[in-house]
Each structure stands twice: as C-alpha cells, then as structure tokens.
C-alpha cells in the first residue's frame, strides 16, 4: 500500500514538473499584456543549473589566467616572488656584513680603552681577514731546509723546442679533441703564445684530450677559470677562459669527458674561445700536430 502512494507521489511530482505554465508580463495600469513566456518547471531548475556551472567555470578561468589572481589573498606572482627571495638574500648578507663591522669597531673601542689586547681583536677578527697569510707562519727547520733545496734548483724547467724524443713519446696517443671549432691562433713560442685558440659555438662543451686526473681548477684574473689535467708520461693538458668547470681537483677523468664550458672569461680573453696547451716534461708542445680539430 505505501509502495503504491509513493508511486502515485512520484507520478504526480513528475507531472508537476512537465506542465506547462505561462508566465505574462502586463501593465499595471492597463492590463496591456506586453510579453508571455511558456516555462516547465523542469527546464527553468535545467537552465538554472547550467548557468551556476557557467559561471563557476568563467570564474576559475578568469581567477587562474588572468591578473585578477593578484588581488586575491594566497596569489602571487612569481616575478614577485623572485623579487623577495632576492630581497631575503641581500638582507642576510647585509645582516652579516654589519654584525662582522659591528665586532670590528667594538674590538677597536676596546683596543682604545685598553679593555680589548691587540692580540685579542686580532683573533676575534680573524673572519674578516683577507690575503695571504702563509708568510705570516713560523719557519721550522725541515721548511728552511726544503726552501733551500728549492730554491736551488732551475726554477724553470719550460722548453719551447721539442726534442726528437719527446716527440717521439706521444706518437702513438691518441689524442681526443677538446672542443671542435675553428682555430683562430696558432702556436707562437716566439710570442710566448704556447698554445692554441679555438672559437666554437657558446655554450659548447670541453672534453678531456686524455685519461687523467685533474690536478688544477681555480680562476685567475688574467686567463679566468682555468682546469689541468695531469695524463700518463708526464704529460700536461691546460684548458683556459673556461666560463664553468664541471670537475675539481683529484677527480679522475676518461678520454672524451666533459670537464668544462667553453667561455670568454679573464683579463687576456678577447672573445668566447678555448686556449688549449699541451705540455710534457716542461716542454710545450704544438697540439695541432698531434690533434685534428
């Protein structure tokens, strides 16, 4: 039975639903009938619904795609965002930079008063040292003796002139090329150019010539980042004006491995290029005749 009268409740809100109704708009004062509508309840709740969906779609797109996001609370832009992280960077370094001022000024004032030793501010200075401090070390005997014997041999060992044997050492490696390029300065002992330049594209990659490992990787103000590579049979590979080196001192390389980027870094460098030089047992060697580039 109550099946049945739910079936019926059920009919009767379906046909509610269906009907038909008229929906007219007239004149108050005439009675003038100016427009009519025919409207199922049904249609009206589909229309409605549809357009809640519309808008809620038009207003996501507009909140994620267009600068009204700015203005909401939680949005930022990432130019912005940059901007401040930049801002906490210069701020903490600012910060540090006037705590170590502040210890300085405080170890004069207390160098003044008397308060503070001289051997006292120095030590409690000592992060804001700058130079070298080595020929500030005592001298032990073991180190005198080993200047001395230092200093008594050549000092200069480099040779612009290959000898038959030193030549003839090499021959049979098999040099990988650094970089492939065009060579824009050749090998001039004469003006003490002991290496090649050689342009290629920006941003090319520097590959080791031989297996080795890296025994220099530093910058220097006149020929920038600059990486060596010590091989088998006392030969020597530099690499200079580098713009990024991607290995460091110890690290042992094969033939072919990418240890730098080429750059324009460096007081001597007058374009993006790779000053390449080969030397064995000090003497410098011309690595055109041994390198197809």
């Known amino acids: 039975m109550k099946e049945e009268q739910d079936k019926v409740k059920k009919a009767k809100l379906i046909r509610r639903l269906k009907s038909k109704y008229r929906l007219v708009v007239m004149n108050d004062e005439t009675l003038e009938e100016k427009a009519s509508f025919n409207l199922r309840p049904l249609n009206v709740f589909v229309t409605a619904g549809l357009s809640v969906i519309f808008l809620i779609i038009l207003t996501i797109f507009i909140i994620a795609f267009t600068p009204i996001r700015e203005y909401i609370p939680g949005y930022a832009d990432l130019k912005t965002q940059r901007r401040v992280y930049n801002l906490v960077l210069r701020a903490d370094s600012m910060e540090k930079a006037m705590a170590a001022k502040d210890r300085y000024i405080d170890n004069i004032r207390g160098i003044i008063s008397g308060e503070l030793p001289l051997d006292t501010a120095a030590s409690a200075f000592i992060p804001m040292q700058k130079g070298d401090t080595v020929h500030r070390l005592k001298k032990s005997q073991e180190d005198s003796l080993l200047r001395a014997e230092i200093e008594s041999r050549d000092p200069y060992s480099l040779s612009i002139y290959e000898s038959s044997s030193l030549a003839n050492s090499i021959r049979g490696f098999l040099f990988f090329p650094p970089v492939k390029g065009k060579v824009s300065s050749r090998f001039d002992p004469v003006t003490?150019?002991?290496?090649?330049?050689?342009?290629?594209?920006?941003?090319?990659?520097?590959?080791?010539?031989?297996?080795?490992?890296?025994?220099?990787?530093?910058?220097?103000?006149?020929?920038?980042?600059?990486?060596?590579?010590?091989?088998?049979?006392?030969?020597?590979?530099?690499?200079?004006?580098?713009?990024?080196?991607?290995?460091?001192?110890?690290?042992?390389?094969?033939?072919?491995?990418?240890?730098?980027?080429?750059?324009?870094?460096?007081?001597?460098?007058?374009?993006?290029?790779?000053?390449?030089?080969?030397?064995?047992?000090?003497?410098?060697?011309?690595?055109?005749?041994?390198?197809a580039f």
Do not use: C, M
Not at 199 to 224: C, H, M, Q, W, Y
């Open 192 to 291: 003490r150019h002991y290496g090649i330049d050689i342009v290629s594209r920006p941003d090319e990659v520097i590959k080791a010539t031989l297996d080795g490992t890296v025994l220099l990787a530093n910058f220097t103000s006149e020929t920038g980042w600059v990486i060596g590579i010590q091989h088998s049979n006392n030969l020597f590979s530099l690499y200079k004006h580098n713009s990024a080196l991607l290995k460091k001192v110890g690290d042992f390389v094969k033939a072919g491995e990418v240890i730098a980027i080429i750059g324009n870094s460096g007081e001597l460098s007058s374009g993006p290029h790779l000053h390449f030089e080969l030397w064995l047992n000090g003497t410098a060697l011309n690595p055109l005749e041994y390198i």
